[in-house]
């Protein structure tokens, strides 16, 4: 069966451009989340989606990211302005519809994004 | 938050090796998860841990969950280079979830 994809899978882009990054979830699972991660580090929390609601964002690190799910499915991660501190691959997640505890996230291969 | 701190943060071993990687929380840990990550891929689980004392294995890998130390390890018998990554504890005290710091694991055939 399909898993989490991303698209694209790198991105250049020039400091100060706007970056949009897709993700699609695994049919029917309710809950979705946005990681960064830096080179060399683990992937850090963004942001967590239930179906169209944002419920947590409080890990975007400027109000130059933002993120929406409006159809609770596919959800895109918006980056405007980009520096080049947003150097870092982004992933995505999604879990199953009854998320109780020790659910599973499985995640997408990552958006590699670069910024010169 | 959370902070899982994992070692060594990198390892370099000669395949059939045996080897550990350890995962430790600041917090008391109520569940812990094992992903392996490569180059261009996504995280791939490994396996969850959810009571103390518990122990899983998935072929060659082995992991155990030590509540009162608020900590885990990874342990790979006999290591190949099918094994090489990065190996990240992650947590989940709530809707946020955590990750360790990462091991990158080279074997060497």
């Known amino acids: 069966g399909a898993g989490v994809s991303q698209s694209p899978r790198y991105k250049v882009a020039k400091r100060g451009q706007d970056v949009a990054l897709r993700c699609d979830p695994i049919?029917?699972?309710?809950?979705l989340f946005w990681y960064q991660q830096a080179l060399g580090q683990g992937p850090e929390f963004l942001t967590y989606?239930?179906?169209?609601?944002?419920?947590?964002k409080s890990g975007l690190p400027s109000d130059r990211f933002f993120a929406e799910r409006p159809e609770g499915s596919v959800s895109t991660l918006k980056i405007q302005r980009t520096q080049q501190e947003d150097s870092a691959v982004y992933l995505c997640?999604?879990?199953?519809?009854?998320?109780?505890?020790?659910?599973?996230?499985?995640f997408g291969p990552g958006t590699r994004l670069t910024v010169l | 938050s959370q902070e899982l701190e994992q070692s060594p943060q990198s390892l370099i071993v000669q395949e059939g090796k045996n080897l550990t990687i350890n995962c430790t929380s600041s917090?008391?840990?109520?569940?812990l998860y094992w992903y392996k990550q490569k180059y261009g891929e996504g995280l791939i689980f490994l396996m969850m841990?959810?009571?103390?004392?518990e122990e899983k294995s998935h072929e060659k890998i082995t992991a155990k969950l030590d509540e009162k130390k608020q900590q885990s390890s990874l342990h790979i018998t006999a290591s190949q280079p099918s094994h090489a990554g990065i190996y990240l504890c992650?947590?989940?005290?709530?809707?946020?979830?955590?990750f360790g710091t990462g091991t990158s694991l080279t074997v060497i055939p």
């Open positions: 997640a999604s879990s199953r519809p009854t998320r109780k505890d020790g659910d599973t996230q499985y």
């Open positions: 049919s029917g699972h309710v809950s």
């Open positions: 989606f239930q179906n169209e609601a944002q419920l947590d």
């Open positions: 917090k008391t840990l109520y569940g």
């Open positions: 841990l959810q009571k103390g004392g």
């Open positions: 992650g947590a989940d005290p709530g809707n946020q979830f955590y």
